[in-house]
């Protein structure tokens, strides 16, 4: 089956979760399939180009610029 990954997180699941609760980026992380924390933080920049505290700091400035969901999958 493989390792899992942001993208195919349901509805951007982890996304979601970033921009719209505070709970911590390891919930977040075990949540969606990933049993550590720092491997869930390294797909996530990875995949989306930024750490998960960072875009959960600067997601509506990224946001705004636009372009950010599109680029992204």
């Given at each position: 089956?493989?390792?899992?990954?942001?993208?195919?997180s349901p509805a951007g699941h982890a996304l979601l979760?970033?921009?719209k609760t505070e709970i911590s980026i390891a919930e977040i992380a075990e949540r969606n399939?990933?049993?550590?924390?720092?491997?869930?933080?390294?797909?996530?920049?990875?995949?989306?180009?930024?750490?998960?505290l960072r875009f959960?700091?600067?997601?509506?400035?990224?946001l705004v610029k636009g372009n950010f969901f599109r680029g992204s999958a």
């Open positions: 089956m493989g390792r899992p990954s942001i993208i195919d979760l970033l921009l399939g990933f049993e550590s924390t720092p491997y869930f933080s390294r797909r996530f920049a990875h995949k989306i180009g930024i750490s998960p959960r700091k600067r997601s509506p400035e990224v």
